[in-house]
């Protein structure tokens, strides 16, 4: 009787054990989940998600385009009026290059508010020139993305082997519902994607 009762006693003890550690387990699974979906990895597992099924709208919620467009026109015109050209001493020249950037950072995005259908009109067609193949390679480069996050901020690289190829983002958490967003695209990076793929 006294055998039983022991091993009984080992049982529940053994059950108990189960249980507390399935119940650790499904914490720490939890834990790491919530963590997961407040990342810069989950905004850019869900924008290539929502690419994959053709639905632009949830694409473009995960753009802050007026940032984008802002830093593009900002870089463009660096590209195109390269700062070192104006000498350091000519300070007319200097506050000329001052005021022509700030002009077009504020007019971008009142223009993009103008020609935002557009805009988003002609991304639509490219994107909907993007294969099975793309789509993959897009995801694999958000699987193998790096991202330093600092903060609400996070500078991510995803790199493309298939096309040796790399495009820089900044992402940023906006601070009423946590979710990311992608802020700025280099403009760099950008110009050679367009060389390759539409030149």
């Known amino acids: 009787m006294e055998k039983s009762h022991a ?20 914490a ?15 905004a850019l597992h869900q924008m290539a998600t929502a690419l994959m099924q053709r639905n632009y709208d949830k694409f473009y919620s995960s753009l802050d385009m007026k940032s984008i467009l802002g830093s593009l026109m900002q870089d463009t015109g660096n590209d195109l009026i390269p ?10 020249g200097q506050f000329g290059l001052k005021m022509g950037s700030r002009f077009a950072q504020q007019l ?22 993007l294969t099975t193949q793309d789509l993959l ?5 958000v699987v193998l993305a790096d ?5 609400d901020v996070a500078q991510v690289t ?5 096309d040796d190829a790399s495009l820089h983002l900044t992402m940023s958490r906006n601070p009423q519902d946590q979710t990311w967003r992608v802020i700025s695209v280099s403009y760099e990076d ?10």
């Not at 390679?137 to 480069?141: S, T, W």
């Not at 991202?147 to 903060?151: K, L, R, S």
């Not at 995803?158 to 298939?162: C, I, Y």
């Open 147 to 151: 991202i330093q996050q600092t903060g």
């Open 28 to 42: 720490v699974a939890g834990i790491f989940y919530a963590l997961y979906r407040n990342s810069p990895r989950y």
């Open 108 to 129: 971008v995005p009142q223009l993009f508010g103008s020609f935002e259908k557009e805009a988003r009109k002609l991304m639509n067609q490219y994107l909907d020139t």
């Open 7 to 26: 091993k009984g006693e080992a049982m529940r003890r053994l059950l108990i054990f189960l249980a507390a550690a399935l119940l650790l387990g499904v």
């Open 137 to 141: 390679a897009l995801e694999g480069a």
């Open 158 to 162: 995803l790199r493309f082997p298939q």
């Open 190 to 199: 950008l110009k050679e994607i367009v060389k390759k793929n539409l030149l």
């Open 83 to 92: 700062q070192d050209i104006i000498p350091k001493n000519n300070l007319l």
